[in-house]
């Protein structure tokens, strides 16, 4: 079973929007941090925003005022609202889950491909 999983991605228009969705299924330590990265062609991998159990949130340059993260923690959920796409946006989304006890779990990414 896997622990992490992203669903959303798809394919957008310049200047569109996206919403990708994080859960963390299984049984788990309280998570701690809940975040997304970005693996662009080539591997070169790109953190863009994480969220803190108490609900404090940090973007990368790349995307702040763009991409809102939100996170239920009941649910083991967050999710990543993407607005004003840009092309170089383009990669495979990662859910990343940090517990408590210092554990980490990666999803199997999600593709999103915006088109100029």
């Known amino acids: 079973q896997v622990p992490v999983v992203e669903s959303g991605g798809g394919l957008v228009q310049a200047g569109g929007s996206m919403r990708l969705s994080c859960a963390a299924s299984?049984?788990?330590?309280?998570?701690?941090?809940m975040g997304w990265f970005r693996q662009f062609p080539g591997n070169q991998r790109e953190w863009v925003a994480d969220i803190s159990r108490s609900g404090r949130v940090e973007y990368s340059d790349a995307v702040k005022g763009r991409f809102s993260l939100s996170r239920d923690s009941a649910k083991n959920t967050a999710d990543l609202q993407m607005n004003s796409l840009k092309p170089e946006d383009t990669a495979v989304y990662h859910c990343?889950?940090?517990?408590?006890?210092?554990?980490?779990?990666w999803g199997q990414g999600t593709q999103v491909t915006v088109s100029s």
């Open positions: 299984g049984t788990f330590s309280s998570i701690d941090l």
């Open positions: 990343n889950v940090d517990t408590s006890i210092g554990s980490s779990f």
